[in-house]
């Protein structure tokens, strides 16, 4: 106990550092710190409609951590979680808008469409990877724009005549929850959600459990030897792509399902598939701990909306504040050193 | 006589083990002082206490005669403390001198100054007369010159003591004579050595007296010139140890493997191995005796699948195997212990238990419909880590934090016990003691005993005498003659294996 007890100590000291230095800002731009933070509290979990916003905007965040995480666990840097969460909405709002079938049958498919289609986006740099070394890191960074503008092109002109945004999503493809919607004053609150935790589980389980996970595991850390011990180097690193971008289409599924119900033109990156990549860090790279990232990131973006509206606050100050927290956060490697180096010299 | 280091009473422990425990090691000033143990009997730790990077928990340190606390790698430069690594720490790309000015760069207004620093190399070089050319890149020199540039960074920051970590476990004989004389040039100089080791045959070539570790505990310290090698081995083990491996007549018998007119090329597309044939039968050791780079890691590698062949035939119990997936060689009965260890051996960041599955955790009961089952897994690994006396605290241990002869042992136990047909054993007592080789060279015997096949690779001609039952010399690539090992020399071996004897002995003696 006490041993994951100290591993989030040092988030912690990060994350009030970070408040602190937010709270110096916004004291030398004239602005009340504890009015600020208070209404960005509020803004997460001061009543149920904002507890469940602050839900819907952490389920993208898990799941980009996830596939952030998930590649480099297996010794690859994906990020094109971006352009791969970017076709994986359209994908998933495309069966959603042209089938016709049973509730049962149709959300299973446009979730499994938006995966597929994720899947597919990250298979391109893995399998360059593979069979010509191609780095994956500039494949993807590239194929980030490609899927931009491709799904742009294809809602303009394939599924609508000229029009920014898509038709609506049938019923019976909807993530919404009249459920969730009753019980959170009427939030976007979704069952995305429950799909983020089968995802968490799923990622731990092939990681930790599976012989699949001991391969890709194993292909990461050392592929000299995963090769001596028989195991194909090629087929895991696009193995590992396809299951990372699986995860990042699944986050750009459940936007479309969930969230918006529709895919629009969109002017830049969602910045999701970004912030994947800080969130898998700060949750080292294990599932539980990409849980925790998305729980600050996500809340602390829900909570940012609330401080101009309650405060008069700029957002841009909001976004410098969250930017600190992120900050010492990431930096709590640093912390740890530092106070590692001293502890030892004192000694 | 004083000394120029004492070590006194050091004791250092890490969470669930002593390390070092009353441990008293002093050099004499001029002197070449070995320190002598098993792997992992503490001889790193107390370097590393003596480097800075430890602290100890009691004991004292003196440099010159007086206390010194050395609490950083800095400190101990600053006493005149320097250490050549095992594995060298240097930058592949830069020249000779950027590496041994890097920490200590020379500069005039901001701008490093490499033309003096140059010179200044050279005139070191030029006194202990290391033959190190300053502008080369460090990727372009040999092993050997890599290891000077390594002495020479430690007296460019003006060391007087000069710390050598199992410098020879990396070089070649010729290499390891170079550096002997180095050595005794330094001491000429009126620099003091301390040679961490475990090979007895170098303490007792150049080494004036040694200081013996056993498991964490300081033995005391002998003059050489009093002592012998089995005496000093049976210091470090603590038991009487067999230098000639004991073992009876081979009984060979039907083929295993059959290697014919074999071509490998290597990385650079030039053929490494040709032409090369070779029979294994089981019940037998066959030894392939080789200067380095005579194609010897393109052979295994070939055997092992991990390197395509451009033609000739490997036959493994009648079946062809050339150019089948690894995997498929493994389940065809070969096991094979890599000659890097680090590199193909491990993966060093799983622990020891998922490195003794490493190649059957998809088959049962490692694993059944895709799920690993961890409680068969760790139950196999310490039977093994039993059987093979692998000394580690646990078998969730990662594979990293084991000494070489550990992880070796993991290896080996891991191999024999898949009971393959063929046993591949490539350089498989590198870097180890005595101790250690013993106990490998057992496990080799008993395998060829069992009915099994075993290839030995390996450049020291000794190991290769004492186990194997036929020797194979290969010379650029081709085995240019077969002999037995009780009716042959090293010198013959020797001159075999540089090619001198190659048209005599018949380029195609299949036996």
Request: hydrophobic share 45%; charged share 20%.
């Amino acid at each position: 106990m006490s041993k994951y007890l100290s591993k989030l100590t040092s988030p912690l000291i990060a994350v009030i550092l970070g408040l602190v230095v937010g709270a110096i800002i916004m004291l030398v731009s004239g602005y009340d710190p504890v009015a600020g933070y208070g209404s960005m509290v509020n803004g997460i979990i001061g009543d149920s409609y904002y507890v469940g916003e602050s839900v819907r905007t952490i389920i993208p965040y898990i799941l980009a951590g996830l596939a952030v995480a998930f590649a480099f666990r297996t010794g690859l840097f994906n990020i094109g979680v971006e352009g791969q969460l970017i076709v994986g909405w359209l994908a998933a709002v495309w069966v959603g808008i042209a089938f016709d079938l049973p509730r049962i049958i149709h959300l299973p498919l446009a979730i499994l469409a938006g995966a597929a289609a994720g899947a597919l986006w990250a298979f391109i740099p893995g399998y360059l990877k593979a069979k010509f070394r191609v780095h994956e890191v500039i494949v993807s960074i590239m194929l980030n724009y490609t899927a931009l503008y491709v799904t742009n092109y294809l809602i303009r002109n394939v599924m609508t005549d000229k029009l920014d945004k898509t038709e609506r999503i049938a019923d019976t493809a909807s993530l919404r929850s009249p459920f969730f919607e009753s019980i959170t004053d009427f939030s976007r609150m979704h069952w995305g959600i429950v799909v983020a935790i089968i995802c968490v589980i799923i990622m731990w389980f092939l990681l930790e459990r599976t012989k699949t996970g001991f391969e890709l595991k194993a292909v990461g850390f050392n592929q000299h030897a995963s090769e001596y011990a028989g195991m194909s180097v090629n087929k895991n690193i696009i193995l590992s792509m396809v299951i990372s971008g699986a995860f990042a289409g699944l986050a750009g599924a459940m936007e479309g399902l969930g969230t918006f119900g529709y895919a629009a033109v969109k002017g830049g990156f969602t910045g999701m598939g970004f912030d994947g990549i800080a969130v898998a860090l700060l949750g080292a790279n294990t599932a539980i701990g990409v849980v925790l990232a998305a729980l600050l990131f996500g809340g602390l973006k829900a909570g940012a909306l609330n401080m101009p509206l309650e405060t008069g606050i700029p957002s841009e100050i909001v976004d410098i504040v969250i930017a600190l927290i992120i900050f010492f956060v990431a930096s709590s490697y640093f912390i740890r050193w530092i106070a590692a180096r001293f502890k030892k010299g004192v000694k | 006589m004083e000394y120029v280091i004492e070590m006194l009473n050091i004791r250092k422990e890490f969470p669930g083990i002593v390390a070092n425990d009353n441990v008293t090691l002093q050099v004499k000033k001029g002197e070449i002082h070995a320190l002598l143990g098993e792997n992992g009997a503490g001889k790193s730790t107390l370097m590393n206490v003596l480097f800075g990077l430890y602290q100890p928990e009691q004991g004292e340190i003196r440099v010159n005669g007086k206390p010194v606390k050395i609490t950083s790698p800095n400190i101990a430069n600053d006493l005149g403390i320097g250490m050549v690594h095992q594995h060298f720490m240097l930058v592949d790309p830069f020249t000779v001198t950027e590496n041994i000015i890097l920490g200590k760069e020379p500069s005039k207004a901001g701008k490093i100054d490499l033309k003096e620093a140059s010179e200044e190399v050279r005139k070191l070089s030029e006194q202990y007369q290391l033959r190190v050319d300053p502008y080369a890149k460090i990727a372009d020199i040999s092993i050997g010159m890599q290891q000077r540039v390594e002495i020479l960074k430690t007296l460019y920051r003006g060391a007087e003591i000069l710390i050598f970590d199992e410098p020879t476990a990396v070089l070649t004989p010729q290499e390891i004579k170079e550096l002997i004389y180095i050595m005794k040039a330094l001491i000429k100089e009126g620099k003091s050595i301390i040679l961490i080791t475990h090979k007895l045959k170098e303490i007792m070539e150049v080494c004036d007296r040694v200081t013996v570790i056993r498991k964490g505990q300081g033995i005391g310290t002998v003059n050489v010139n009093e002592t012998n090698p089995n005496e000093l081995a049976s210091l470090m083990v603590g038991r009487e140890v067999l230098f000639k491996t004991e073992k009876t007549a081979a009984t060979p018998s039907d083929v295993v493997l059959e290697v014919q007119e074999l071509e490998v090329k290597d990385s650079r597309g030039v053929s490494a191995v040709r032409n090369l044939d070779l029979t294994v039968r089981a019940g037998e050791i066959v030894g392939i005796a080789g200067v380095d780079g005579n194609g010897q890691s393109e052979l295994i590698e070939a055997l092992a699948g991990l390197r395509k062949t451009t033609a000739g035939s490997i036959m493994l119990n009648g079946k062809e195997i050339r150019n089948l997936k690894p995997r498929k060689i493994t389940e065809a009965g070969v096991g094979h212990i890599p000659e890097d260890r680090h590199k193909h051996g491990l993966v060093l960041d799983y622990s020891i238990g998922e490195n003794i599955v490493l190649q059957t955790y998809y088959q049962r009961p490692f694993s059944k419909a895709g799920i690993l089952n961890s409680k068969k897994i760790f139950e196999k690994a310490r039977s093994l880590i039993k059987s093979y006396d692998v000394r580690t605290p646990s078998e969730y241990t990662p594979a990293r934090a084991l000494s070489g002869g550990n992880q070796q042992k993991a290896i080996i136990g891991r191999e024999v016990d898949r009971n393959p047909d063929l046993l591949i054993a490539a350089q498989p007592t590198r870097g180890l003691d005595v101790g250690a080789i013993e106990f490998i060279h057992k496990r080799l015997i008993e395998q060829r005993d069992a009915g099994k096949a075993v290839l030995l690779i390996s450049f020291e001609l000794e190991e290769i005498m004492n186990v194997s039952d036929r020797i194979a010399v290969i010379y650029e690539g081709e085995i240019v003659a077969i002999v037995d090992p009780k009716e042959t020399t090293e010198q013959e071996l020797g001159l075999l294996m540089a090619g001198s004897k190659r048209t005599e002995a018949g380029g195609k003696q299949n036996v």
